[in-house]
């Protein structure tokens, strides 16, 4: 088990802050405010509650373990269940970052700070519109959430094996729902789009 000190801890948790900014299905849900007024807040929280679970874990960790922490927090907190799988995605990109910064290898996180864009993250407007005229731009914008990779950008330092830029099929429901299809379903569910 690697040894933390102050720094390893400090880069994980920016390595996981960074993966984070860049996953869709968070970033929507934190600017929708899904999870209520304090979405935001949330966020930061699953930031140190995934931290502790690498950290602080007796024994092997395994990856299913934190794909099911993170699909529980954004069920239990910000009321999305996802079937799109990007959470699998997410935690597969936390494992490497846990690895690697616990013998002290910070590239990984270096390379995602340098490509952060200020301005990428989920789309700024809502997807929930309110009015009858707004329908049509509902419709394009769920169109250009489903082409669009469940991480904004692959940071440089991700190997070739990992297949991340999937791109999630979606249809409008006839309700208004989106329904999000998923490579593996462990849940039902449906978001109102």
């Given at each position: 088990?690697?040894?933390w ?5 400090g ?5 996981i802050?960074?993966?984070f900014?860049?996953?869709t299905?968070l970033?929507l849900?934190?600017?929708?405010e899904?999870g ?5 807040q ?7 509650d ?9 024994g ?7 794909e ?16 799109d ?12 970052l ?7 290898n910070?590239e990984?996180?270096k390379?995602?700070?340098l ?7 989920a789309q700024k ?6 009015t ?15 082409s ?7 940071p440089?330092?991700?190997?070739e094996?990992?297949?991340?830029d ?8 006839e ?6 299809q ?12």
């Amino acid at each position: 088990m690697a040894r933390w000190n102050d720094e390893r801890l400090g880069m994980l948790a920016e390595g996981i802050r960074l993966c984070f900014s860049r996953w869709t299905a968070l970033q929507l849900a934190v600017e929708n405010e899904w999870g209520g007024r304090n979405s935001v807040q949330k966020s930061q929280q699953l930031v140190e509650d995934v931290v502790s679970f690498l950290t602080q874990t007796k024994g092997t960790l395994y990856i299913d373990d934190l794909e099911a922490l993170l699909e529980d927090a954004m069920s239990e907190s910000f009321n999305t269940d996802l079937e799109d799988g990007s959470h699998e995605e997410v935690a597969e990109i936390v494992m490497f970052l846990n690895e690697e910064c616990g013998v002290g290898n910070f590239e990984r996180v270096k390379s995602m700070a340098l490509s952060a864009n200020p301005s990428s993250g989920a789309q700024k407007k809502s997807i929930c519109k309110d009015t009858e005229e707004s329908h049509d731009d509902e419709s394009e914008e769920v169109a250009e959430l489903s082409s669009t990779s469940n991480l904004e950008k692959e940071p440089a330092s991700i190997p070739e094996t990992m297949d991340i830029d999937k791109s999630n099929e979606t249809e409008a429901a006839e309700d208004d729902w989106t329904v999000v299809q998923s490579r593996r379903s462990r849940r039902g569910g449906k978001r109102p789009a």
